[in-house]
């Protein structure tokens, strides 16, 4: 069903999903874990890492402050840096859990867990220099020099950076990773390539092409992730794309589709609003009226819907349904302002499904609606030609 998603692909997708979770919390993309990767890659290369391995290595580089936002949430401090994130020891924890559910090629353990350890045991875990995994003690070496010399604007100072971590041969870090690091500091590439308009780049040079397409077990294991995490931005809509999922099932069910088809349609329900993690928790959580801006904010998750989708290389009919759930019949959706003819049976049912969906739940402003209520609201939808009169009918017999 999904011949074009593999390992590599969900990992570069799930890196600007990252981005937009930075956005939320620190206001900004900083690049931050694809420069810790790229470092940890360069010094994986020289110690003579397999391709597997490099490419475990570099998931687990890019995914290793995963747990930053559940730490986050945790905490009263509404003045939020990247620093700060950095220390609280949760986000290692909250990290590894969510690590734990991507398939590693290598069989490796708790990368993510100590990937604050230091060489003379002064880390969260107090391990020490041998109980440390060795991608941990990479990660680790690389978030230190990623913080300190390159978060904001990169200056050529390998001097610096070479006397610093000399310093911390030995305490922070074991002395034999400290000089390949060094050596590394010296290129002039190495510094190119970690600037912000370059990094992208740099990923695709160093990160093997492992070419394991996913198995569809492990494709839904990691959107279930996704579309949790999709929920679990607002306490409004907490249950949303996990409703809608067992609705869409209950409905490819009742339509007798393929099961082909059911895995598809079920696919695109779980993640048909993934763009909303781009959309700040403060707006989602408003709780009045929102004002235009911000609704326009809110209506273009649909279109990072479809960038991230296809970025995953998630089959079409999946992406086209997905991004078409607010596409209405009469042309006054978004963000395409589709009209019937370019909308096909399973958008429309998406698009009807997830209005259903959205008046059985609370929202800020209201609490959630009796199903005649539902009804009656639905009919008029029909009726001004928004959604299919077909479609409702149909799920008025499911779901009376
Ligand atoms: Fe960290
Ligand atoms: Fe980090
Ligand atoms: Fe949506």
Redo the contacts with the bound molecule.
Sequence with gaps: MNNRITSRSILFSITSLLDYMEIDILDEITNHGRRVAYISLRIGERLGLSKDELFDLGRFAIL??IGGAKSISEQTNSLVDRTLL?NYQS??VYGQTIADFFPSLTNQHDIVLY??ENYDGSGFFGKKDDEIPLMSKLICMS?YLELRYFSKHSKYVPEQIISDLKQQSGILFNPSLVEILENLAREMTFWLDLDNANIDFAIHKHLPAVDDPLSTRDLFTIAEIISATIDSKSIFTNIHSKGLAEKALKVANFCKFSSVKTRQFHLAALLHDIGKLIVSTKILNKNGPLSPEEKNIIRQHVYYTEKTLILMGIDTNVVRWASNHHEKLNGTGYPKGLHAPELDFESRVLCALDVFQALTEDRPYRTAFPLDKAWDILDKMVMDNELDSEIVSIIKQIFS
Excluded: I, L, M, S
């Design positions: 290793h402050d950095e986000h290692c990937h604050h978030d």
